[in-house]
């Protein structure tokens, strides 16, 4: 399959698979030579909570691009791909992680989307749901999931 654009979506609780993301993104998008988006999505609690941990007072002119390109997990996968000479474009994006993940990869024409996660019970799914679990099943492309530790 030839990748031409290939979507990483982080969002909150993806800081402690960052490493296992940005190797896995090298190992698809490098060889290739794919187009990276990287998108933090945020729902509107997070990007707020963001906002005052980086002393912004006024987020109604702050867009969510601007707020994910300063973010830790972002700055890391970029340098990472700088280090790769990856090309890459970074979106940030607020509402429900799902839904914008998939919104992304269907207006990015993605060829693959890689999404973190945790390996949960079919319990705890079924309890709290699975933003993995959700772009899995709705995505326009296929989708690479990254098992966290």
């Known amino acids: 399959m030839s990748l031409h654009n290939v979507l990483l979506a982080v969002g909150p609780g993806d800081k402690d698979r960052i490493e296992q993301m940005a190797q896995t993104l090298v190992d698809i998008a490098g060889p290739s030579d794919a187009t990276v988006l990287l998108a933090h999505v945020f729902t509107q609690d997070e990007f707020d909570s ?49 839904d914008e993940i998939i919104r992304l990869a269907t207006e990015a024409n993605s060829d693959l989307v890689i999404v973190g996660g945790r390996k949960r019970s079919p319990t705890g799914k079924a309890v709290f749901g699975s933003t993995a679990q959700e772009v899995m099943l709705s995505a326009p492309c296929p989708v690479t999931f990254v098992r966290g530790e």
């Open 50 to 98: 963001t906002l005052e941990r980086m002393n912004i007072e006024d987020s109604a002119d702050i867009p969510a691009d601007t707020v994910a390109r300063q973010h830790a997990t972002i700055k890391t996968i970029a340098e990472r791909l700088d280090d790769e000479d990856l090309t890459y474009e970074i979106k940030g994006a607020i509402g429900s992680h799902g």
